[in-house]
């Protein structure tokens, strides 16, 4: 869609209730900026208004991943490019000043200067899907772990009898024995509370067992539909090719190179090099979580992968520690992902984690 009129960048400074916006020219002139309500008809009012100031070239928006994910579709929608744009950090506020109309300018700036250039997830597809089902579930391990911890707590503290009567059951038998206590009616003596209160825990725990079964045969089917050839490599459970999927996004043909997946990743090394010392550190930044699911497929491949293992051992002669081993393996599973997600069907995905790219 063409519009009459000069070039001009958006920029929005995205809030719960309502979104803030603001226009500049080529040359990074102020225009106008304005504050529309959260909604469909808000964010289709946002538009209208920025392409009545001239041929709107992108948009910069802050939290396409929260607060700006529902404009940032809609606005893609429209055949607009959304741009993702970082807050101003502390020094740059410190030195500006805070307000939304501050906020919307930096982001249409951050955009025009080439300074923003990170296409957000589309968050319209089966990826989508794997992600919030992925939240329940993590928040039920989470919770589950959570009551394991508490029973523990209060055996210490039981009755010998208690304790006694649990002695030496592995996690399975323990969980099922206190789901089956019974506390009788007369809660003011500390034997029946502690009796009653593991059993509720323990019923919870069962309960939470049961959910996170449920959601892993909901998640597991569309993470095989999603990156069928992400599972066939070495090491790849349905666990870290979920993770992994939701780092990249419905989209990840928005990440240009395998290289802009390791920095997404966080293994991309950097360099920490001083005099005639030249060496590169892991890299500490990045999506921890996707970077979580590479050190754990680098863990089961130095385990139970023959041609890893051969790997460590010879780069371990050559002197390299054990950081700087698993910081290679990284990036060479990295690229691994990469070719896999981002791989059409027809295409075949060769391991190469042992041998850099050609």
């Given amino acids: 869609m063409t519009h009459d009129g000069p070039q001009i960048t958006g920029g929005v400074d995205t809030h719960g209730l309502t979104h803030h916006a603001a226009v500049i020219d080529t040359v990074g002139r102020h225009l106008a900026d304005r504050e529309f309500p959260a909604t469909i008809r808000g964010y289709r009012d946002l538009l209208d208004w920025m392409r009545s100031h001239g041929e709107l070239v992108a948009v910069g928006v802050e939290g396409t991943g929260a607060y700006g994910a529902e404009l940032a579709r809609v606005l893609t929608a429209a055949g607009v490019t959304v741009i993702d744009v970082d807050r101003p950090d502390r020094k740059t506020r410190r030195m500006k000043g805070k307000s939304d109309p501050i906020d919307a300018y930096?982001?249409?700036?951050?955009?025009?200067?080439?300074?923003?250039?990170?296409?957000?997830?589309?968050?319209?597809?089966?990826?989508?899907?794997?992600?919030?089902?992925?939240?329940?579930?993590?928040?039920?391990?989470k919770a589950r772990t959570q009551a394991m911890n508490q029973i523990r707590g209060l055996l210490v503290s039981a009755s010998a009898m208690l304790r006694e009567q649990v002695a030496g059951l592995d996690k399975a038998a323990l969980i099922r024995t206190l789901?089956?206590?019974?506390?009788?009616?007369d809660l003011s003596r500390p034997?029946?509370?502690?009796?009653?209160?593991?059993?509720?825990?323990?019923?919870?725990?069962?309960?939470?067992?049961?959910e996170i079964a449920e959601l892993d045969a909901e998640i597991g089917p569309l993470?095989?539909?999603?990156?069928?050839?992400?599972?066939?490599?070495?090491g790849v459970g349905p666990e870290t090719a979920g993770q992994l999927l939701a780092s990249a996004g419905d989209n990840p043909e928005r990440m240009r190179s395998e290289a802009a997946f390791a920095h997404l990743a966080g293994v991309a090394p950097i360099p920490a090099s001083s005099g005639r010392t030249h060496r590169h550190r892991l890299n500490r930044g990045g999506d921890r979580a996707a970077n979580n699911a590479l050190h754990t497929i680098v863990l089961t491949r130095m385990r139970f992968d023959e041609r890893t293992r051969a790997y460590v051992e010879r780069r371990t002669k050559e002197g390299l520690n054990k950081k700087d081993i698993m910081r290679c393996l990284k990036r060479?599973?990295?690229?691994?992902?990469?070719?896999?997600?981002?791989?059409?069907?027809?295409?075949?995905?060769?391991?190469t984690d042992l041998a850099p790219a050609a």
């Fill in 223 to 234: 993470v095989k539909q999603a990156a069928p050839k992400l599972l066939e490599l070495f």
């Fill in 191 to 210: 034997l029946a509370a502690t009796r009653a209160a593991l059993r509720r825990l323990a019923r919870r725990h069962q309960a939470l067992d049961e």
């Fill in 106 to 141: 930096a982001a249409a700036t951050a955009v025009l200067s080439g300074r923003a250039t990170g296409i957000p997830k589309s968050r319209d597809g089966l990826v989508e899907a794997v992600r919030v089902l992925r939240v329940a579930r993590r928040s039920a391990v």
């Fill in 179 to 185: 789901a089956r206590l019974r506390p009788g009616e």
């Fill in 332 to 351: 060479f599973v990295a690229r691994e992902v990469y070719r896999a997600l981002t791989s059409t069907p027809t295409e075949r995905i060769t391991q």
